[in-house]
Protein backbone atom coordinates (compact mmCIF):
# COMPACT_ATOMS: atom_id res chain seq x y z
CA UNK A 1 0.00 0.00 0.00
CA UNK A 2 1.34 3.21 -0.95
CA UNK A 3 1.82 6.05 1.22
CA UNK A 4 -0.37 9.18 0.14
CA UNK A 5 2.20 12.35 0.40
CA UNK A 6 1.68 15.02 3.22
CA UNK A 7 0.58 17.95 1.61
CA UNK A 8 1.89 21.44 3.13
CA UNK A 9 -1.09 23.88 2.92
CA UNK A 10 -0.03 27.17 3.61
CA UNK A 11 -2.81 29.63 5.27
CA UNK A 12 -2.83 33.05 3.32
CA UNK A 13 -1.67 35.03 6.26
CA UNK A 14 1.39 32.58 6.21
CA UNK A 15 2.53 33.45 3.09
CA UNK A 16 1.79 37.52 2.85
CA UNK A 17 4.12 37.03 6.41
CA UNK A 18 6.65 34.79 4.36
CA UNK A 19 6.40 37.22 1.31
CA UNK A 20 6.84 40.49 3.49
CA UNK A 21 10.21 38.47 4.97
CA UNK A 22 11.68 37.75 1.96
CA UNK A 23 11.02 41.30 0.68
CA UNK A 24 12.69 43.06 3.58
CA UNK A 25 15.38 40.68 3.29
CA UNK A 26 16.52 40.49 -0.12
CA UNK A 27 15.97 44.16 -0.66
CA UNK A 28 18.54 46.79 0.88
CA UNK A 29 17.64 50.31 1.11
CA UNK A 30 16.25 51.94 -2.30
CA UNK A 31 16.38 55.31 -3.52
CA UNK A 32 13.16 55.47 -5.88
CA UNK A 33 12.16 58.87 -8.32
CA UNK A 34 8.49 59.12 -9.32
CA UNK A 35 5.76 61.12 -9.15
CA UNK A 36 3.47 61.46 -6.23
CA UNK A 37 -0.66 60.25 -6.97
CA UNK A 38 -3.50 59.69 -4.76
CA UNK A 39 -2.08 61.45 -1.26
CA UNK A 40 -3.95 60.40 1.73
CA UNK A 41 -3.47 62.18 5.16
CA UNK A 42 -5.34 60.63 8.13
CA UNK A 43 -5.31 62.07 11.40
CA UNK A 44 -3.00 59.93 13.05
CA UNK A 45 -0.17 62.07 10.88
CA UNK A 46 0.80 59.19 8.21
CA UNK A 47 1.40 59.68 4.78
CA UNK A 48 -0.14 56.80 2.22
CA UNK A 49 0.10 57.68 -1.66
CA UNK A 50 1.09 56.02 -4.79
CA UNK A 51 4.67 56.65 -6.37
CA UNK A 52 4.54 55.87 -10.07
CA UNK A 53 5.85 56.73 -13.70
CA UNK A 54 5.04 56.44 -17.05
CA UNK A 55 4.52 52.69 -16.86
CA UNK A 56 3.72 51.19 -13.39
CA UNK A 57 3.15 52.82 -9.60
CA UNK A 58 3.53 50.88 -6.54
CA UNK A 59 1.66 51.83 -2.58
CA UNK A 60 4.08 53.86 -0.30
CA UNK A 61 4.12 54.57 3.37
CA UNK A 62 5.47 57.30 5.23
CA UNK A 63 5.01 57.17 8.78
CA UNK A 64 4.50 60.40 11.12
CA UNK A 65 7.62 59.83 12.68
CA UNK A 66 9.70 60.06 9.53
CA UNK A 67 6.64 62.92 8.03
CA UNK A 68 7.82 65.12 10.91
CA UNK A 69 11.35 65.52 9.27
CA UNK A 70 10.30 66.96 6.18
CA UNK A 71 11.26 70.22 4.79
CA UNK A 72 8.26 70.36 2.13
CA UNK A 73 4.77 69.60 2.30
CA UNK A 74 3.88 66.84 -0.16
CA UNK A 75 1.39 66.79 -2.92
CA UNK A 76 -0.19 64.76 -5.85
CA UNK A 77 2.15 66.02 -8.73
CA UNK A 78 5.22 66.04 -6.41
CA UNK A 79 8.21 64.84 -8.82
CA UNK A 80 10.37 63.51 -5.48
CA UNK A 81 13.37 60.87 -4.83
CA UNK A 82 12.68 58.58 -1.98
CA UNK A 83 14.66 56.56 0.40
CA UNK A 84 12.99 53.26 0.85
CA UNK A 85 12.38 49.81 2.10
CA UNK A 86 10.29 47.11 0.58
CA UNK A 87 7.49 45.47 2.52
CA UNK A 88 4.81 43.60 2.04
CA UNK A 89 1.13 45.04 3.79
CA UNK A 90 -0.27 41.81 5.18
CA UNK A 91 -4.45 42.65 5.61
CA UNK A 92 -4.47 43.07 1.55
CA UNK A 93 -1.44 41.17 0.66
CA UNK A 94 0.40 44.21 -1.47
CA UNK A 95 3.69 45.61 -2.01
CA UNK A 96 4.71 48.89 -0.91
CA UNK A 97 7.52 50.95 -0.04
CA UNK A 98 8.45 52.10 3.66
CA UNK A 99 9.46 55.94 3.19
CA UNK A 100 12.55 56.41 5.32
CA UNK A 101 12.90 59.90 3.58
CA UNK A 102 11.33 62.21 1.06
CA UNK A 103 12.62 65.21 -1.08
CA UNK A 104 11.65 66.86 -4.13
CA UNK A 105 13.48 65.84 -7.06
CA UNK A 106 16.43 68.01 -8.36
CA UNK A 107 17.09 69.45 -4.84
CA UNK A 108 19.63 67.65 -3.17
CA UNK A 109 22.83 69.38 -3.74
CA UNK A 110 20.94 72.70 -3.19
CA UNK A 111 18.86 71.25 0.76
CA UNK A 112 23.21 70.11 1.59
CA UNK A 113 23.81 73.73 0.81
CA UNK A 114 21.54 74.79 2.46
CA UNK A 115 21.72 73.16 5.67
CA UNK A 116 25.67 73.63 5.68
CA UNK A 117 25.53 77.62 5.42
CA UNK A 118 22.62 77.15 7.84
CA UNK A 119 24.36 75.23 10.73
CA UNK A 120 27.58 77.81 9.86
CA UNK A 121 25.86 80.65 10.36
CA UNK A 122 24.09 79.33 13.17
CA UNK A 123 27.54 78.19 14.94
CA UNK A 124 28.19 82.24 14.56
CA UNK A 125 24.93 83.08 16.76
CA UNK A 126 23.40 84.89 13.92
CA UNK A 127 20.31 83.06 14.80
CA UNK A 128 20.73 83.81 18.40
CA UNK A 129 17.28 85.77 20.11
CA UNK A 130 19.33 87.76 22.36
CA UNK A 131 20.99 89.54 19.06
CA UNK A 132 17.59 90.02 18.21
CA UNK A 133 15.85 93.65 18.29
CA UNK A 134 12.32 94.07 19.27
CA UNK A 135 9.50 95.90 16.51
CA UNK A 136 8.59 99.53 17.27
CA UNK A 137 4.54 98.51 18.91
CA UNK A 138 3.74 101.85 16.19
CA UNK A 139 5.62 102.25 13.65
CA UNK A 140 6.47 105.73 12.52
CA UNK A 141 6.84 104.64 8.98
CA UNK A 142 7.50 100.95 7.04
CA UNK A 143 10.02 100.25 4.54
CA UNK A 144 8.44 97.52 1.87
CA UNK A 145 11.65 96.21 0.23
CA UNK A 146 10.10 93.90 -2.56
CA UNK A 147 9.66 93.12 -6.42
CA UNK A 148 6.98 96.64 -7.49
CA UNK A 149 4.73 93.97 -9.36
CA UNK A 150 4.54 90.94 -6.62
CA UNK A 151 1.82 89.36 -5.69
CA UNK A 152 3.14 90.40 -2.15
CA UNK A 153 2.74 93.81 -2.43
CA UNK A 154 -0.66 93.75 -2.99
CA UNK A 155 -1.05 91.42 -0.21
CA UNK A 156 0.91 93.95 2.15
CA UNK A 157 -0.65 96.88 0.96
CA UNK A 158 -4.36 95.55 1.21
CA UNK A 159 -3.74 94.25 4.65
CA UNK A 160 -2.58 97.72 6.11
CA UNK A 161 -5.12 99.38 4.51
CA UNK A 162 -7.81 97.79 5.99
CA UNK A 163 -5.64 97.45 9.71
CA UNK A 164 -3.69 100.81 10.07
CA UNK A 165 -4.27 103.24 6.78
CA UNK A 166 -2.49 105.71 8.61
CA UNK A 167 0.90 103.78 8.12
CA UNK A 168 3.02 105.26 5.60
CA UNK A 169 4.81 103.11 3.31
CA UNK A 170 7.88 103.47 1.47
CA UNK A 171 8.47 101.07 -1.44
CA UNK A 172 11.98 100.20 -2.28
CA UNK A 173 11.91 97.70 -5.86
CA UNK A 174 14.22 95.01 -5.92
CA UNK A 175 14.08 91.48 -8.22
CA UNK A 176 13.06 88.76 -5.52
CA UNK A 177 14.62 86.04 -8.19
CA UNK A 178 17.42 85.26 -10.43
CA UNK A 179 21.23 85.85 -10.82
CA UNK A 180 22.40 88.58 -8.86
CA UNK A 181 18.89 89.81 -6.76
CA UNK A 182 20.69 88.53 -3.60
CA UNK A 183 23.23 91.25 -4.31
CA UNK A 184 20.96 94.31 -4.89
CA UNK A 185 18.53 92.93 -1.90
CA UNK A 186 21.53 93.42 -0.02
CA UNK A 187 22.64 96.94 -1.36
CA UNK A 188 18.75 98.35 -0.86
CA UNK A 189 18.54 97.32 2.54
CA UNK A 190 21.69 98.72 3.29
CA UNK A 191 20.70 101.92 1.22
CA UNK A 192 17.08 102.07 3.33
CA UNK A 193 19.14 101.32 7.08
CA UNK A 194 21.57 104.00 5.82
CA UNK A 195 19.24 107.06 5.03
CA UNK A 196 16.88 106.53 8.03
CA UNK A 197 13.45 106.95 6.55
CA UNK A 198 11.71 104.18 8.23
CA UNK A 199 11.90 102.72 11.95
CA UNK A 200 10.78 99.37 10.55
CA UNK A 201 11.42 97.42 7.29
CA UNK A 202 9.79 94.44 6.12
CA UNK A 203 11.56 91.82 3.06
CA UNK A 204 9.07 89.53 1.35
CA UNK A 205 7.77 87.70 -1.54
CA UNK A 206 5.61 85.18 -2.95
CA UNK A 207 5.85 81.69 -3.32
CA UNK A 208 7.81 79.55 -5.88
CA UNK A 209 10.05 76.80 -6.08
CA UNK A 210 13.18 76.10 -4.12
CA UNK A 211 15.09 77.33 -6.76
CA UNK A 212 13.37 80.90 -6.95
CA UNK A 213 13.71 81.04 -3.55
CA UNK A 214 17.64 80.63 -3.75
CA UNK A 215 18.61 84.12 -3.41
CA UNK A 216 16.99 84.65 -0.02
CA UNK A 217 19.91 81.71 1.24
CA UNK A 218 22.52 83.83 -0.23
CA UNK A 219 25.44 84.45 2.78
CA UNK A 220 25.83 87.50 2.00
CA UNK A 221 22.35 88.89 2.23
CA UNK A 222 22.29 87.05 5.38
CA UNK A 223 25.43 89.32 6.81
CA UNK A 224 23.58 92.66 6.04
CA UNK A 225 20.39 91.66 7.49
CA UNK A 226 22.50 90.81 10.47
CA UNK A 227 24.38 94.19 10.64
CA UNK A 228 21.26 96.16 9.77
CA UNK A 229 20.44 98.81 12.90
CA UNK A 230 16.56 99.04 11.32
CA UNK A 231 14.89 96.14 12.93
CA UNK A 232 13.50 93.81 10.02
CA UNK A 233 10.90 91.32 9.60
CA UNK A 234 11.20 88.69 6.87
CA UNK A 235 8.03 86.93 5.41
CA UNK A 236 9.62 84.76 2.38
CA UNK A 237 7.60 82.33 0.41
CA UNK A 238 4.67 80.20 1.98
CA UNK A 239 4.29 79.09 5.50
CA UNK A 240 6.07 75.74 4.90
CA UNK A 241 9.16 77.44 3.43
CA UNK A 242 12.08 78.82 5.33
CA UNK A 243 15.22 80.66 4.15
CA UNK A 244 18.22 82.04 5.73
CA UNK A 245 16.88 85.27 5.77
CA UNK A 246 13.95 84.44 8.10
CA UNK A 247 16.47 82.50 10.41
CA UNK A 248 18.81 85.86 10.67
CA UNK A 249 15.86 88.52 10.48
CA UNK A 250 14.70 89.89 13.87
CA UNK A 251 11.48 88.47 13.29
CA UNK A 252 9.68 86.13 10.52
CA UNK A 253 6.49 86.37 9.02
CA UNK A 254 4.78 82.86 7.45
CA UNK A 255 2.99 84.97 4.52
CA UNK A 256 3.72 88.62 3.03
CA UNK A 257 -0.05 89.03 4.47
CA UNK A 258 1.06 87.63 7.87
CA UNK A 259 4.33 90.47 7.93
CA UNK A 260 1.48 92.78 7.73
CA UNK A 261 -0.53 91.59 10.49
CA UNK A 262 2.25 91.34 12.49
CA UNK A 263 3.36 95.03 11.96
CA UNK A 264 0.15 97.24 11.84
CA UNK A 265 -1.77 97.61 15.52
CA UNK A 266 -5.43 96.53 15.96
CA UNK A 267 -7.29 98.48 18.08
CA UNK A 268 -10.84 96.82 17.51
CA UNK A 269 -11.20 95.68 21.24
CA UNK A 270 -14.60 93.99 20.36
CA UNK A 271 -13.56 91.70 17.42
CA UNK A 272 -10.15 91.10 19.83
CA UNK A 273 -12.76 89.73 22.82
CA UNK A 274 -13.94 87.52 19.59
CA UNK A 275 -10.77 86.44 18.34
CA UNK A 276 -9.77 85.37 22.34
CA UNK A 277 -12.98 83.58 22.42
CA UNK A 278 -12.53 81.59 19.45
CA UNK A 279 -8.92 80.81 20.32
CA UNK A 280 -10.23 79.25 23.70
CA UNK A 281 -12.38 77.30 21.61
CA UNK A 282 -10.09 76.07 19.38
CA UNK A 283 -7.77 75.28 22.52
CA UNK A 284 -10.35 73.34 24.23
CA UNK A 285 -10.99 70.87 21.63
CA UNK A 286 -7.39 70.84 20.62
CA UNK A 287 -7.17 69.88 23.91
CA UNK A 288 -9.56 66.94 23.25
CA UNK A 289 -8.53 65.82 19.79
CA UNK A 290 -4.63 65.78 21.39
CA UNK A 291 -6.11 64.13 24.30
CA UNK A 292 -7.54 61.71 21.59
CA UNK A 293 -3.93 61.55 20.15
CA UNK A 294 -2.94 60.77 23.20
CA UNK A 295 -4.26 58.33 24.10
CA UNK A 296 -3.84 56.48 20.50
CA UNK A 297 -0.11 57.35 20.97
CA UNK A 298 0.02 55.12 24.27
CA UNK A 299 -1.91 52.05 22.68
CA UNK A 300 0.66 52.67 20.28
CA UNK A 301 3.16 52.48 22.90
CA UNK A 302 1.94 49.31 24.12
CA UNK A 303 1.85 47.86 21.05
CA UNK A 304 5.62 48.56 20.57
CA UNK A 305 6.54 46.77 23.77
CA UNK A 306 4.25 43.60 22.61
CA UNK A 307 5.35 43.36 18.65
CA UNK A 308 7.92 43.89 16.70
CA UNK A 309 8.37 47.37 14.65
CA UNK A 310 6.84 45.92 11.33
CA UNK A 311 4.12 43.94 12.86
CA UNK A 312 3.04 47.78 14.73
CA UNK A 313 3.25 49.23 11.48
CA UNK A 314 1.18 46.92 9.81
CA UNK A 315 -1.25 47.31 12.73
CA UNK A 316 -1.19 51.44 12.42
CA UNK A 317 -2.26 51.04 8.92
CA UNK A 318 -5.32 49.67 10.30
CA UNK A 319 -5.74 52.07 12.77
CA UNK A 320 -5.91 54.86 10.60
CA UNK A 321 -8.37 53.13 8.60
CA UNK A 322 -10.67 53.50 11.96
CA UNK A 323 -9.79 56.57 12.87
CA UNK A 324 -10.94 57.88 9.62
CA UNK A 325 -14.39 56.58 10.13
CA UNK A 326 -14.15 58.47 13.45
CA UNK A 327 -13.80 62.19 11.95
CA UNK A 328 -17.40 61.94 11.22
CA UNK A 329 -18.05 62.08 15.32
CA UNK A 330 -15.39 64.52 16.38
CA UNK A 331 -17.16 67.13 13.29
CA UNK A 332 -20.01 66.92 16.03
CA UNK A 333 -18.44 67.92 19.14
CA UNK A 334 -16.44 70.90 16.97
CA UNK A 335 -20.28 72.18 15.82
CA UNK A 336 -21.34 72.42 19.18
CA UNK A 337 -18.82 74.54 20.16
CA UNK A 338 -19.47 76.72 16.94
CA UNK A 339 -22.83 77.34 18.57
CA UNK A 340 -21.73 78.01 22.00
CA UNK A 341 -19.00 80.31 20.49
CA UNK A 342 -22.33 81.63 18.53
CA UNK A 343 -24.07 82.29 21.85
CA UNK A 344 -21.28 83.98 23.43
CA UNK A 345 -21.18 86.43 20.80
CA UNK A 346 -24.45 87.05 21.38
CA UNK A 347 -24.60 87.80 24.70
CA UNK A 348 -21.36 90.11 24.31
CA UNK A 349 -23.72 92.36 21.68
CA UNK A 350 -25.95 92.54 24.26
CA UNK A 351 -24.02 94.20 27.34
CA UNK A 352 -22.23 96.11 24.33
CA UNK A 353 -21.85 99.99 25.16
CA UNK A 354 -24.29 100.53 22.63
CA UNK A 355 -27.23 98.27 23.83
CA UNK A 356 -26.58 99.92 27.42
CA UNK A 357 -27.39 103.48 25.68
CA UNK A 358 -29.99 102.56 23.95
CA UNK A 359 -31.95 101.04 26.69
CA UNK A 360 -30.76 104.10 28.98
CA UNK A 361 -32.31 106.51 26.41
CA UNK A 362 -35.76 104.34 26.09
CA UNK A 363 -35.11 105.10 30.14
CA UNK A 364 -34.77 108.97 29.70
CA UNK A 365 -37.80 109.38 27.26
CA UNK A 366 -40.22 107.23 29.67
CA UNK A 367 -39.08 109.80 32.57
CA UNK A 368 -39.43 112.55 30.17
CA UNK A 369 -43.15 111.96 29.00
CA UNK A 370 -43.98 111.16 32.77
CA UNK A 371 -42.80 114.34 34.04
CA UNK A 372 -44.55 116.19 30.90
CA UNK A 373 -47.56 114.71 32.37
CA UNK A 374 -47.00 115.75 35.83
CA UNK A 375 -46.16 119.51 34.64
CA UNK A 376 -49.38 119.65 32.43
CA UNK A 377 -51.51 118.31 35.56
CA UNK A 378 -50.18 120.81 37.65
CA UNK A 379 -51.02 123.55 35.03
CA UNK A 380 -54.11 122.13 34.49
CA UNK A 381 -54.69 122.45 38.48
CA UNK A 382 -53.20 126.30 38.44
CA UNK A 383 -55.87 127.59 35.54
CA UNK A 384 -58.80 125.90 37.50
CA UNK A 385 -57.59 127.75 40.97
CA UNK A 386 -57.57 131.08 38.84
CA UNK A 387 -60.40 130.45 37.15
CA UNK A 388 -62.38 130.25 40.82
CA UNK A 389 -60.22 132.81 42.06
CA UNK A 390 -60.68 135.15 39.18
CA UNK A 391 -64.87 134.25 39.37
CA UNK A 392 -64.73 135.41 43.22
CA UNK A 393 -63.28 138.53 42.47
CA UNK A 394 -65.54 139.79 40.03
CA UNK A 395 -68.45 138.50 42.40
CA UNK A 396 -66.86 141.15 44.83
CA UNK A 397 -65.51 143.24 42.39
CA UNK A 398 -67.67 147.24 42.25
CA UNK A 399 -68.16 146.37 38.31
CA UNK A 400 -70.61 143.97 39.51
CA UNK A 401 -72.23 146.09 42.11
CA UNK A 402 -72.59 148.85 38.95
CA UNK A 403 -73.70 145.38 36.87
CA UNK A 404 -77.33 144.88 39.04
CA UNK A 405 -78.24 148.69 38.50
CA UNK A 406 -76.01 150.69 40.95
CA UNK A 407 -74.05 153.95 40.18
CA UNK A 408 -71.32 155.67 41.54
CA UNK A 409 -71.93 159.55 42.36
CA UNK A 410 -68.77 162.00 42.68
CA UNK A 411 -68.78 165.72 43.47
CA UNK A 412 -66.84 168.17 40.68
CA UNK A 413 -63.53 167.41 42.78
CA UNK A 414 -64.17 163.46 42.63
CA UNK A 415 -65.25 162.71 46.27
CA UNK A 416 -67.51 159.84 46.41
CA UNK A 417 -71.29 161.01 47.28
CA UNK A 418 -72.40 158.88 49.89
CA UNK A 419 -74.95 161.06 51.91
CA UNK A 420 -77.10 163.71 50.23
CA UNK A 421 -75.90 166.20 53.12
CA UNK A 422 -72.67 166.13 50.96
CA UNK A 423 -74.63 168.22 47.93
CA UNK A 424 -77.05 171.29 47.60
CA UNK A 425 -79.30 172.46 44.85
CA UNK A 426 -77.59 173.39 41.70
CA UNK A 427 -73.78 171.67 42.77
CA UNK A 428 -73.14 169.40 39.35
CA UNK A 429 -72.59 165.77 40.02
CA UNK A 430 -70.75 162.93 37.83
CA UNK A 431 -72.64 159.46 37.61
CA UNK A 432 -71.05 156.55 36.56
CA UNK A 433 -73.36 153.15 35.62
CA UNK A 434 -71.90 149.68 34.57
CA UNK A 435 -71.13 151.11 30.65
CA UNK A 436 -70.75 154.76 30.56
CA UNK A 437 -70.84 157.75 33.04
CA UNK A 438 -72.53 161.15 32.67
CA UNK A 439 -73.08 164.62 34.76
CA UNK A 440 -75.89 166.18 35.93
CA UNK A 441 -77.11 169.24 38.38
CA UNK A 442 -78.40 168.64 41.44
CA UNK A 443 -82.15 169.63 42.09
CA UNK A 444 -83.50 168.79 45.46
CA UNK A 445 -82.41 166.20 48.21
CA UNK A 446 -83.35 165.02 51.33
CA UNK A 447 -81.81 163.04 54.05
CA UNK A 448 -82.67 159.15 54.07
CA UNK A 449 -83.95 158.17 57.59
CA UNK A 450 -82.37 155.17 59.49
CA UNK A 451 -85.62 152.92 58.20
CA UNK A 452 -84.57 153.46 55.08
CA UNK A 453 -81.50 152.74 55.51
CA UNK A 454 -82.17 149.28 57.19
CA UNK A 455 -84.44 148.33 54.24
Not at 69 to 74: D, I, K, S
Amino acid sequence: MTDTPQRDIWTVSRLTAELRAVLQQSFPLLWVGGEISGLATPRSGHLYFNLKDSGSQIRCALFRNKRNLLRFQPKDGDQVLARARISCYEPRGEVQLIIEHLEPAGVGAMQQAFEALKAQLAAEGLFDNARKRPLPAFPRRLGLVTSASGAALRDVLHVLARRYPALPVLIYPVPVQGAGAAVEIAETLRLADRRGDCDLLILTRGGGSPEDLAQFNDEQLARTIAALNTPIVAAIGHEVDFTIAEFVADRRAPTPSAAAELVSPDGDTVRERVRLLHRRLAKQHAHTISRLAQRVLDLTRRLQLQHPANRLQQRQQRLDEVVLRLDAATRAGLRQGQHRLHLLQTRLSARSPAATSMARRERLNNVSKRLGRVVNEGMRRRREHLAGSTHQLQIVSPLSTLARGYAIVQDSDGAVIRDSRQVRRGDPIRVRLASGRFTAVVQDGEPTGETDRDS
